[in-house]
């Protein structure tokens, strides 16, 4: 049977009634309870506690790879170094593989969050849930790098000739910076990247680069924060110790085994094919670091190679360091070209104020992870009312991101048929040698300044 039209609206009306005092009883409620965040899937205090196996704030140290690529694990000296671990079981947590324990008497965790941004960012989002007992994070990994800083070619400048050795890279240097930019964020067309193949004294032309964020969100992260370059300088600090100048004299009987005989063939067929004489390295003491005015990490799940990739990727990690320090390459640097993103019809302006930036005494980094732990972290540290976490990136040349070259005709230059073959799985070995002496040094010397003996803290890479 149905109602009648008063009994309805009566009915109705009481509902409403109802409904409005309930509804304002659930606004009041949460007007009180937003204060604590309740937006962010938090664990409470307890939980966080026991997820990381302390009450009071530690480290965390993050690497990618669990051996999948390489063979070995980035984790693998910084595993045996922690004692009293615990490991998460498998599946339990969105990281490949946790660990917490004491590293040279320091509660950390340990994660390994997995190759690529993504795996980097859903891990790091897990860490940022109990911030508050985070007391810095650490980033650790390999890197593909520049042979030399400046690069072997500038298009169209230098195509004419090489060149000439300037401050060159070896593998095992170490980069700490905690800058980075998405190395995939452009537009451009197949003949635009490609123009004047197969010549690689080539600047591959593009019409928007990573600052145009209508594109494809936020790419550039130069946001620089005190508390991130005073974890950065704490570990630029540690390298420049006795302490670390003792512990890196360890590696050179790993260096001369895995990399030497790439290393002279690699500069004695860049002799050959570009004209000028780039002399042997001196003996290998320890490696050279860059520090986040050099430096900045480039990342991309493409694996390129090749000197007009490596001129891009010169140029994109000298405007970051630009935002990031405020400070100026060229008169250029201010206008809407940072990224040399001008149309095809520009090229002159294009190559003049290419070449005007890449010829500064900066370095590309070339990882995968960094955006994914910065796009993690900077959006967490913008919330109102958390603990903000610093955070800083840790990188070692793994590799050289491009060949020797040759000059075939003028101005026109090819990969050299001289160019030796890298063997992968040694190089990335002594990079995460190197990176993770500079890692385990900084702890170390946390240790000593405990007031712990020199025996509890030691650690031995090799």
């Known amino acids: 049977m149905s109602l009648s039209r008063r009994a309805a609206c009566v009915l109705l009306l009481g509902l409403y009634s109802v409904f409005t005092v309930d509804a304002q009883s659930i606004i009041n409620e949460t ?105 810095d994070f650490i980033y650790v990994g390999t890197s593909g790098w520049s042979a030399q800083q400046g690069g072997i070619l500038n298009a169209p400048s230098s195509c004419a000739a090489a060149n000439g050795p300037t401050t060159r890279n070896r593998l095992g240097d170490v980069a700490i910076t905690p800058f980075s930019v998405n190395w995939q964020c452009k537009l451009a067309s197949w003949t635009e990247q490609c123009t004047n193949f197969p010549n690689v004294c080539t600047y591959p032309i593009e019409e928007a680069g990573p600052v145009v964020q209508s594109l494809y969100g936020k790419c550039v992260f130069s946001h620089r924060t005190k508390a991130n370059t005073d974890l950065s300088d704490e570990l630029i600090a540690a390298t ?31 002799t050959a094919g570009s004209g000028n004489v780039y002399p042997p390295f001196p003996a290998y003491t320890r490696p050279n670091i860059l520090d986040y005015t050099q430096a900045a990490e480039l990342d991309a799940q493409f694996f390129f190679e090749g000197t007009p990739y490596e001129m891009v990727a010169r140029n994109y990690t000298a405007v970051t360091l630009n935002l990031a320090n405020n400070s100026t390459l060229t008169q250029y640097d201010v206008t809407g070209t ?42 967490f540290n913008s919330l109102a009312g958390v603990p903000k976490i610093k955070y800083t990136f840790v990188r070692a040349n793994s590799d050289y991101i491009y060949s020797p070259v040759v000059q075939v005709s003028p101005g026109v230059w090819e990969d050299s048929p001289q160019t030796p073959a890298a063997n992968f799985e040694t190089s990335y070995l002594f990079a995460i040698q190197s990176a993770s002496t500079v890692v385990l040094t900084t702890f170390q010397l946390r240790c000593l300044a405990a007031g712990n003996s020199a025996n509890a803290c030691a650690f031995s890479i090799v």
Not at 41 to 57: M, N
Not at 243 to 259: D, E, H, P, V
Not at 366 to 373: P, T
């Open 240 to 270: 420049k110790t006795s302490q670390f100048a003792a512990n890196a004299l360890q590696l050179q009987a790993s260096f001369n085994s895995t990399n030497l005989a790439y290393e002279t063939a690699y500069w004695s067929a860049t």
């Open 31 to 135: 007007a009180l309870l937003v204060q604590e965040a309740i937006y962010l899937p938090k664990p409470d205090t307890a939980q966080c506690i026991a997820r990381f196996g302390s009450v009071s704030p530690i480290s965390v140290l993050m690497v990618a790879d669990d051996g999948t690529f390489s063979g070995t694990s980035e984790a693998v000296y910084l595993i045996q170094t922690l004692k009293g671990q615990l490991k998460a079981p498998v599946n339990s947590v969105p990281c490949q593989q946790f660990y917490t324990g004491y590293l040279l008497g320091q509660k950390v965790v340990l994660a390994i969050s997995g190759i690529g941004p993504e795996a980097a960012a859903l891990c790091t989002t897990y860490i940022t849930q109990c911030a508050e007992l985070v007391k």
């Open 338 to 379: 940072h990224f040399c993103s001008l149309p095809a019809s520009d090229a002159s302006t294009l190559f003049s104020r290419c070449n005007r930036i890449l010829s500064g005494r900066y370095q590309s980094v070339n990882g995968e992870e960094g955006v994914g732990v910065s796009a993690a972290l900077d959006l």
